[in-house]
């Protein structure tokens, strides 16, 4: 089976919630109390959780996963329907198609390449590793404008063509897959290793975050929630192309996770013969292929918006960059490395969201606060 190119454009809406049946709410003796944060607790109340289920009804999509860190305590759960013929259950370890949430991931594992010296924010990426189709501008883009979404590339070239920014890079705001991919590849330039390996070196397995990848793993058919478009009909985009892809794995004897560009870039034409060989198309992408749960997900917040626990394994001036705006869009909103920043008179957060056509995603954090929300 395959998806039309229409289905597996990745889209850049803010999340969408889910119809859910009510269960019992928070448990008293797992209510945490605000502490030292500013403001209300972003612990869910007994009211909300008794509102949730209509609210989800209303949005018309069957199932939600939340997890929510406040003062060094994670709570998480699920609402509806992972699946919903046959009726399968939301729970916190069911796995979602995360889209861009994955990109704050990456980000991270660049940061500590920047703190091992083996990445410079400032280096062009054209300086790690050129490229024939890069044109003039596009060899002056930098890491730290890639991260920024200052590069002036496009989300995601859907022809062949150049890889160009429209634009100055550094002057304005311009949300770009396209430029992360490239940082993917710079990063298994430097390196010498794939990408997933990366991921999974660098970020998942040192935050414990067993249950997420950005290939498609064997053990995520029995936990993987489904997507349905806008009429309700079934449509999975990135568990439909892993799965295809696991395939071609196999049969060529490079597993999923060893796969490098040269690897993905082959099995395009394999995964659909319709398709252009672009990054678009491709995986492991660090823009837009994660999977992952909120129970995992949470262990990354834990440690973002950490006080007194072990944070982010990054030097304080580098952590300190990536929250500071690179970019401002308005009055209220910037962005730094990796993170929109809004700031306004009720304080200070970090978001980012994530939409693969049937999926919505969306993460705030609070690091003064020590508390987060997916």
Known sequence: MYLSRRHFMLGTAGALLGAARARAAWPAQAVMSAGKS?????????????????LLELASVPGLSLGVVQNGRTWTR?????????????LPDTVFEAASLGKPLFTYAVLKLVDA?????DRALNYYLPLAEA????????????????????????QPGPLEPASEPGR???YSGEGYFYLQRVVESVTGKPFARVMREQVLDPLEMKQSSYVWLPEFDSRMAAGYDAQENRLDVQAAIGRRALIIARESGVPLEDWRYADAARAVPLLNPQWPTLPLYMVPNAASSLLTTVS?????LARLVSASGPGLS????????????AVRLNSALSWGL???????????????????????????ADPQNGRAVV
Not at 45 to 54: D, E, N, W
Not at 78 to 90: I, K, M, R
Not at 296 to 300: A, T
């Open 338 to 364: 990796g993170w929109g920043i809004q700031k306004d008179e009720n304080g200070e957060v970090l978001w980012h969201w994530g939409a693969n056509n049937s999926f919505r995603n969306f993460v705030i």
């Open 38 to 54: 500013t403001g209300p607790s972003w612990a869910p109340s007994a009211t909300f959780l008794r509102q949730l289920p209509r």
């Open 135 to 158: 044109g003039p501008r596009m060899r002056l883009v930098t890491i730290r404008q890639v991260l920024s979404h200052t590069t002036g590339l496009p989300n995601w070239r859907t």
């Open 296 to 300: 995992d997900y949470s262990k990354f």
């Open 117 to 121: 010296r083996v990445l410079e924010l």
């Open 172 to 174: 304005k705001f311009s």
């Open 314 to 325: 990054l030097r304080r001036d580098t952590r300190q960059t990536m929250v500071t705006p």
């Open 78 to 90: 699920g609402f509806g329907h992972a699946v919903a013929d046959p009726a399968q259950p939301a």
